[in-house]
């Protein structure tokens, strides 16, 4: 799937894609809001949820290194490939 395809679709099926298709990285808050990143194929989608209402509020897909930022100071890729490994 690329980012465009991906953009083309409703909300409901972005999710489904979410869910069916993607790979968990890393989750981040910011205010109220639990952010969680995922990657599909060549570009990452952010999922934003409000745990008090126990709600998605929206998404975004994105390819730009600069969107990612925000998430690098809770990400390693040391613990990430540690987290593969345990799992196996």
Do not use: K
Request: aromatic share 14%; hydrophobic share 40%.
């Amino acid at each position: 799937m690329t980012l465009y395809e991906f953009n083309r679709l409703s909300e409901t099926a972005q999710l489904s894609a979410v869910w069916e298709r993607s790979n968990f990285v890393v989750s981040r808050r910011e205010g109220p809001y639990l952010l969680n990143l995922y990657a599909i194929d060549a570009f990452w989608v952010e999922v934003r949820y409000h745990p008090r209402l126990n709600q998605i509020t929206g998404c975004r897909a994105f390819r730009s290194t600069v969107a990612l930022t925000p998430y690098l100071a809770g990400f390693s890729l040391v613990d990430r490939l540690n987290m593969d490994t345990d799992s196996e």
